[in-house]
């Protein structure tokens, strides 16, 4: 009799065992869809990663840059969340989108493609260039010529530019490029902004895909709506020249640029 008590209670521990693999299993499952979900809802609500691939918003941003961008200055629309579902209209909470705030922004015909650009027309406003010059709504756009800088480009020519601080009518100021006197949009139109929408121009403004071009004629921009607006470009967290490599770990170090780091977004 004892050998047989004896075995049966050998067996119930084995017995159990499945169940308790069942139940870690379930765990470690409800652990990542917790995180998931945490960072779903950080993504949609609180900031979103972005990096710079093109040379538009130079010199302030950079191929290699890594920024966040934040959600709550302006709250909510469908392309804060992704795949840009059409569960309402227009924003939901968040505060007032500002002339010369940097920001990125879903495409208004192409509208998975994000670009990052500087608002610098309002709804309601007029806006032109002549001359290289910003003019809004009659207004001159105040500008102060800088020292021309020496400078690489995407095709690896080194080139002069010549650069300008502007400021605002609301007292912001940043630096922007222009490398030719009479570039293709240094002569525009006047384009009167709709209601709801936005203006949008990048810092190196010979080379930038912005307002100042149709979207569909000139394969430009245009007017970008209200609900397109992702968030607002606040730090570059860090950034990397074109030599790194995923797979020369060695490059993430040798090739950070270590004076970006934490760079706030002017």
Not at 57 to 72: A, E
Not at 209 to 234: F, H, L, M
């Amino acid at each position: 009799m004892s050998d047989t008590v004896s075995d049966n209670k050998e067996a119930k521990p084995d017995s159990s065992k499945p169940v308790k693999e069942q139940e870690s299993f379930g765990e470690i499952v409800k652990t990542l869809l917790f995180a998931l979900l945490i960072a779903l809802a950080l993504r949609i609500f609180i900031f979103q990663p972005f990096n710079i691939p093109s040379e538009s918003m130079r010199p302030g941003l950079i191929v290699g840059d890594y920024l966040f961008v934040s959600k709550w200055d302006y709250g909510i629309s469908k392309a804060s969340i992704p795949f840009e579902p059409e569960l309402f209209k227009g924003r939901i909470g968040g505060g007032k989108i500002h002339r010369g705030d940097v920001v990125v922004f879903k495409h208004p015909v192409h509208e998975h493609v994000d670009y990052i650009k500087r608002v610098i027309g309002l709804p309601g406003d007029r806006i032109q260039v002549v001359g290289g010059q910003v003019i809004i709504n009659g207004t001159p756009v105040e500008r102060k010529p800088l020292a021309p800088e020496m400078i690489t480009d995407s095709n690896n020519d080194y080139k002069s530019t010549n650069r300008w601080e502007e400021t605002l009518p609301e007292g912001k100021k940043y630096t922007v490029y222009d490398f030719y006197e009479a570039g293709p949009f240094d002569n525009t139109k006047i384009f009167e902004v709709p209601a709801g929408h936005y203006f949008m121009m990048g810092d190196n403004r010979d080379n930038s895909t912005d307002s100042r071009a149709d979207p569909i004629a000139e394969q430009g921009v245009g007017y970008v709506p209200e609900e397109n607006i992702v968030g607002k470009a606040r730090i570059v967290m860090f950034s990397w020249d074109e030599g790194v490599s995923l797979i020369k770990p060695w490059t993430w170090f040798t090739d950070l640029r270590y004076n970006r780091m934490a760079k706030p977004i002017n």
